[in-house]
């Protein structure tokens, strides 16, 4: 049956389960300041406290060392690193050696869009005080690795709502 003949609830169930047909493999995305500490950090699959902090540092340490005019893109054991640094915050992220950089950049940006548009002007303490809400963005970006909304409004919808049910509930 053509897409268009379909009725709107078919047509959503179509776009969500070729969801699941993800050949993105996001494995981890950090936030990082221009100190090196860690801001926000989630991954794909468990690892180890010990393993995920020599990871973190060795990334941290590679991508924070390089100039301004050289490329975003680094080959890191057995994942590619795409970077990009937003006034004193980078967006780091792990994907697979595969994966295409630029569509990962594209998404490093609109998570950032997104936290500005949450966050009023994101900065770093933004998102140190309001770290549950920081994940739960990403959350709502990515999904066991795959990007499954970059639609800010839609991202930011449950959001909102959780923060108005709060806000009738007096809890800040």
Do not use: W
Not at 18 to 24: L, V
Not at 66 to 89: D, G, V
Not at 152 to 163: E, F, G, P, R
């Amino acid at each position: 049956i053509p897409l268009k003949s379909r009725t709107p609830q078919k047509r959503l169930f179509c776009t969500v389960s070729c969801q699941t047909f993800c050949t993105m493999t996001i494995q981890f995305i950090l936030m990082v300041n221009k100190q090196g500490q860690t801001r926000v950090a989630q991954y794909r699959e468990f690892m180890p406290v010990a393993e995920r902090t020599a990871l973190e540092g060795e990334v941290i340490r590679k991508c924070l060392q390089r100039k301004e005019t050289e490329c975003s893109f680094i080959e890191h054991l057995n994942y590619k690193l795409i970077y990009r640094r937003y006034a004193a915050l980078f967006f780091i992220v792990g994907v697979d050696a595969d994966e295409n950089e630029l569509s990962i950049l594209e998404f490093i940006h609109a998570v950032v869009e997104t936290y500005d548009r949450y966050f009023e002007n994101v900065c770093e303490l933004d998102v140190m005080y309001n770290l549950e809400k920081a994940h739960f963005i990403l959350e709502e970006m990515v999904a066991n690795g795959c990007i499954i909304e970059t639609n800010k409004t839609n991202v930011l919808q449950s959001i909102l709502l959780m923060d108005k049910a709060a806000g009738q509930a007096g809890i800040k």
